[in-house]
């Protein structure tokens, strides 16, 4: 008898749940400070489709989430031009814990602690599935990237480098 492997209920598998949202759960041996990376590469995937969940924030310290594809970095001087701001920083590893609800390296878009903006790279929806963090370390789900439409309401940027 095959055993079924117990993924976590987070608060963003709750989400997807509540949301009637199709996604297929990994898990991965999680490394600090790996990754996109590690998780592309132990789940056999793309680092393109395998998506960033990054929690930045405005010189005024105002909160924000950006997803980004694994293997790009966000320019922060053009996301602060496009959205108005004056600068655009990656928030400290407690503040990002803070807001979220999810530890740095675990942390999904979905059921944050805090709603924030939600600015997604454009091109993510031309992917044919996204990865996407389920809301703890060593976890991706895989859904079609038009659900994060449906669930975030993400303004969309060009913003990769």
Known sequence: MATRTKYPVTQGIRVLRAAKVDYTPHLYT?????????????????????????????????????LMHGDQEVST?????????????????????????YLVGG?????????????????ILELPKAYINGGKRGFLVEMAPQDLIKLLEPILVRVGI
């Open 107 to 123: 942390t999904s878009p979905f059921g944050t602690r805090r709603k924030m903006p939600v600015y997604m790279e454009a091109s």
């Open 30 to 66: 999680y490394e600090e400070r790996g990754g996109t990376e590690v998780a592309a590469r132990e789940l056999g995937l793309d680092e393109h489709a395998t998506l960033k969940t990054l929690i930045m924030e405005d010189e005024n310290k105002n909160p924000l989430i950006v």
């Open 77 to 101: 001087k053009e996301l602060a031009r496009v959205i108005g701001v004056k600068t655009i920083k990656p928030c400290a590893p407690v503040v990002a814990n803070k807001h979220s609800g």
